[in-house]
């Protein structure tokens, strides 16, 4: 994904040590970075990357009144006048700083594995893919369930209306009739059992995945941090003790719009009162948005500043497609057969033969590749069978439903001519 993306600018002054002066411009963030551009001239005077920071800091003096610091190595920077205020810039601020520190927690160890970065890159493309379709599974398995709850309920309607049907034989039935009183009787036994089979499955619940994210209400200018959580059955807003602000049910959701690959918005609307809506901004939510767009197909819009994000994540590892089996079997066609490398003969020059050597893939990279690829496998035929599985419990909701609509017919104009 594209690093210079501009998630959030600000219109601010910058204190420009140099001249002892206040410039007014515009304070901007990227994935990466935070600039400031003066307004007259144009000119870039402030452009660092995020771990570089030391600290973030809301200050004020007797001078300088409702400041946001910014400690940069050695260099202090000074930003005042921030819109809409202050502590919704230093929000989002300290949220992507923090969270490229844990990202670049593991900068070490990539370092030292520049000689094998097509194994490297391999490796995390199939892990990200075998999480994906994890993901999917878990929820092919919810709608599993509520397709298994439908088809309970429709078996209870069922066997209601063969009571109903029992009740109407029964009244036109002569008075003289001596088992009438009997008809009925032996199903009712049945019911508890059903209703507490119903209820424990809907005590089931699957979280897919939860990030940090800042929250905005509405068109509230105050944001807050908080956590997003998307579950098989829908989504979750929560504050950062874990209380839920807003549950939305895969139902309630009406529309969610991608305006950036940071920044997303979800919407309920109501006939005759305001809508509900949140805005929510996250490092993290590259990893969400594929689930959303598999979860909302329907719903999901994704905006002009976000339409390079379509079918591309933020790295291969996102990437799910056909991309990820040709790459797998051909580089490691290539491991298991080091002896004949694709496009090799005799004539190769020395830089070639060094090329080539540098790109293999080492040994414990290649087991750990068969074996995501074997997880892979496994989830493909298990999500195959699901959704077979599903297809056919659709068929039978579909019989089962008609058929219940065929004996409420049958039996309303029984109870016509009994009336």
Same mark, same amino acid.
């Given at each position: ?234 989504? !979750? ?5 874990? $209380? ?59 905006? !002009? ?8 994540? !933020? ?36 830089? $070639? ?16 590749? #068969?074996?995501?690829? #074997? ?14 599985? $599903? ?18 017919? #049958? ?5 016509? #001519?009994?009336?």
């Amino acid at each position: 994904m594209n690093q210079e993306i501009r998630i959030h600018s600000w219109p601010c002054s910058y204190y420009l040590d140099t001249s002892k002066q206040w410039v007014s411009g515009r304070l901007s963030l990227t994935p990466v970075a935070i600039k400031f551009t003066a307004d007259k001239t144009g000119e870039l005077l402030v452009n660092f990357h995020l771990s570089s920071i030391s600290e973030i800091k809301k200050e004020s003096s007797n001078l300088i009144f409702s400041s946001l610091t910014i400690l940069e190595k050695n260099t202090k920077h000074w930003f005042s006048s921030l819109q809409p205020n202050r502590n919704v810039v230093f929000n989002i601020l300290e949220h992507f700083w923090r969270e490229q520190l844990l990202s670049n927690q593991g900068a070490g160890a990539e370092a030292g594995a520049l000689q094998s970065t097509k194994g490297k890159e391999l490796t995390g493309l199939l892990a990200g893919s075998q999480k994906r379709l994890e993901d999917t599974a878990k929820v092919l398995h919810y709608q599993g369930e509520q397709f298994d709850n439908i088809m309970r309920g429709l078996n209870k309607i069922e066997g209601d209306m063969d009571v109903a049907d029992r009740l109407l034989t029964e009244l036109e039935s002569p008075s003289w009739w001596p088992f009438s009183s009997k008809l009925w009787k032996a199903p009712l036994e049945a019911k508890p059992k059903e209703t507490a089979t119903v209820s424990d499955s809907k005590n089931q619940e699957g979280i897919i995945i939860r990030i940090p994210v800042i929250i905005t209400h509405r068109t509230d200018s105050n944001v807050k941090p908080g956590k997003l959580t998307l579950l098989a059955s829908g989504l !979750e807003i929560s504050d950062c003790n874990s $209380q839920v602000i807003h549950r939305f049910e895969s139902k309630d959701v009406d529309d969610i719009r991608v305006h950036t690959p940071y920044e997303i918005s979800v919407r309920q609307r109501f006939i005759g009162k305001p809508d509900t809506s949140y805005r929510l901004l996250s490092a993290k939510m590259p990893e969400a948005i594929p689930i959303l767009e598999m979860q909302f197909s329907k719903k999901i819009q994704f905006l !002009e500043d976000a339409l390079g994000f379509v079918g591309a994540g !933020e790295s291969p590892q996102v990437d799910l497609g056909t991309s990820i089996w040709q790459a797998a079997t051909g580089l490691l066609g290539g491991v298991v057969q080091p002896s004949s490398p694709v496009g090799g003969g005799e004539g190769m020059d020395n830089e $070639q033969v060094q090329l080539q050597s540098q790109e293999k893939i080492s040994e414990s990279e290649t087991k750990e590749l #068969k074996q995501i690829l #074997k997880k892979l496998k496994g989830l493909a035929l298990e999500t195959e069978a699901e959704l077979e599985r $599903q297809d056919e419990a659709l068929d039978s909701i579909t019989t089962s439903v008609d058929r219940a609509t065929l004996n409420i017919d #049958k039996q309303n104009r029984r109870i016509k #001519k009994l009336t």
